[in-house]
């Protein structure tokens, strides 16, 4: 079993950045894939960012290319996405979430095995 915690989450003004973090329980965390998703309220859950257990997969969403980074640090058992030029669209519950077979980056929420709580991202215009 995997637990996943996600923090850094807040309100920020439009334009601004956030860093979020999720740190994982367990030993096997640097063999994991990784991915970020969010969910805006009655919508499902759609991907966001994706890593591959030594990092040299990453996959993103259109809607967030250029402006958000995932990455990772193993020895931390801990996976960011730094969000930069946030818009109010961007609000919403981000989750993260691990992939047994990490040599990929899988973007399919079916493809996920442990899920985090979710954090709350608000981004004011």
């Known amino acids: 079993q995997v637990l996943l915690v996600e923090s850094g989450g807040g309100l920020v003004q439009a334009g601004g950045s956030l860093r979020l973090s999720c740190t994982a329980s367990?030993?096997?965390?640097?063999?994991?894939?990784m991915g970020w998703f969010r969910q805006f309220p009655g919508k499902e859950r759609e991907f966001v960012a994706a890593?591959?257990?030594?990092?040299?997969?990453?996959y993103y969403a259109d809607s967030v290319k250029g402006r958000f980074t995932i990455s990772r640090d193993n020895a931390k058992k801990t996976v960011y996405l730094q969000m930069n030029s946030l818009k109010p669209e961007d609000t919403a519950v981000y989750y993260c979430?691990?992939?047994?077979?990490?040599?990929?980056?899988?973007?399919?929420?079916?493809?996920?095995?442990?899920w985090g709580q979710g954090t709350q991202v608000t981004v004011s215009s």
């Open positions: 890593i591959s257990w030594s990092g040299g997969s990453l």
């Open positions: 367990g030993r096997s965390f640097s063999t994991y894939a």
């Open positions: 979430a691990a992939n047994h077979y990490g040599s990929t980056a899988p973007r399919a929420e079916s493809e996920y095995d442990y």
